[in-house]
């Protein structure tokens, strides 16, 4: 992203907020994706900025790296800089920021090794299908004045007990109004591609299904509330990513720690959102549970196989195995769900 160095001076805030805007200027630049209509992403960089620099009060170099700062129809986009204390011509105070060099001659080289990059068919399609049963619940309440598919699909428990078992799955494909369905499928888009694009559509379907529907199953056993909506799966979704970068740490390197680090503050910050009136914790706890479960024993378990040029990621997990551990989620599922129903009636 950046061609040429670039100069900071320090130590007043205008550095900081002058890097950041340099930054965002440069991926807009190169991506056409404009992060300042991105407030979160805004607040990465400004945050990862400002460790950086004073990083740099002690050290002579530091690294910014922030996966999946945003995504394109190619895949998602990491942000990546390098900033380093410049010599004494500069000044003590003046950094630069600049790409990393080829290896020379005696040193290890750095090869590019093609990550998978499954299309995000399952992501795009699920999208869709929530946008059209809204508009199914929208119209059913204009012309019925009633929400039809709310009524035949939410999560009530009395319901369940009395037999209506799909209402644990069900309700990830419902929502409580515009706005509501506007925030999950955000996260949806921006989860969901990203993953899918290492899970693979068919294991992306299974981990999506597991962790909406454990979800609902907490949801079920700890609160008698009415709920529905999809951020149970989604739940699901964010911790799949950590399993996944945490499994991975080999390949990510020091990168894994940051990223695990914002996975974990994005967790904590929408479970406090969660205390609000309203909200289902249950079901995000159940959600972030069954899709943790499921990326540890059946997510992708990449390996870097062959030599240069010929060298490329494979998955030492197969298809079977995703089977097998949704299989067994599922049966676990469907005990404690008629252990339950046993003893409430």
């Not at 037999?163 to 409580?176: A, D, K, N, Q, S």
């Not at 509501?180 to 990203?194: C, K, S």
């Not at 996944?244 to 894994?256: A, P, T, V």
């Not at 049966?331 to 252990?339: E, G, M, P, R």
């Amino acid at each position: 992203m950046t061609k040429d160095p670039l100069l900071v001076s320090l130590p007043d805030r205008s550095s900081s907020e002058e890097l950041v805007s340099r930054l965002l200027v440069e991926f807009n630049e190169q991506y056409g994706l404009d992060l300042r209509q991105d407030p979160v992403a805004v607040q990465r960089i400004q945050e990862a900025v400002d460790n950086a620099l004073r990083t740099l009060q002690r050290e002579p170099e530091v690294e910014i790296f922030l996966p999946y700062i945003s995504a394109n129809a190619a895949g998602p986009i990491h942000l990546q800089r390098k900033l380093v204390r410049s010599g004494s011509d500069s000044g003590a105070n003046d950094h630069v920021i600049e790409e990393e060099e080829p290896a020379g001659e005696g040193l290890p080289q750095r090869i590019q090794v093609p990550l998978p990059d499954n299309k995000p068919l399952v992501t795009s399609g699920l999208l869709g299908l929530m946008g059209f049963i809204y508009l199914l619940q929208a119209l059913t309440s204009m012309l019925l004045f009633r929400d039809l598919p709310a009524e035949l699909g939410m999560k009530i428990n009395q319901n369940i007990l009395n037999g209506e078992y799909w209402r644990l799955v069900t309700p990830m494909f419902l929502h409580g109004s515009i706005l509501h369905l506007g925030f999950n499928l955000y996260a949806l888009y921006i989860l969901g591609r990203r993953i899918e694009r290492f899970f693979g559509s068919f294991r992306f379907s299974l981990l999506f299904l597991i962790a909406g529907v454990t979800g609902n199953l907490f949801s079920f056993f700890f609160t008698p509330e009415w709920s529905l909506g999809s951020s149970t799966a989604i739940f699901g979704l964010l911790a799949a990513e950590g399993v996944f970068i945490y499994q991975h740490k080999s390949l990510f390197g020091d990168r894994s720690r940051i990223a695990l680090r914002q996975i974990i503050q994005v967790a904590v910050i929408n479970f406090l959102i969660g205390l609000s009136p309203g909200i289902d914790n249950w079901g995000h706890l159940g959600g972030l549970v069954g899709g943790a479960l499921f990326s540890w024993f059946a997510g992708p378990m990449l390996k870097l196989e062959g030599t240069p040029p010929q060298a490329q990621f494979t998955d030492q997990r197969s298809k079977q195995v995703s089977v097998l551990v949704f299989t067994l989620l599922l049966i676990l599922v469907i005990c404690l769900t008629a252990f339950v129903i046993l003893t409430r009636n």
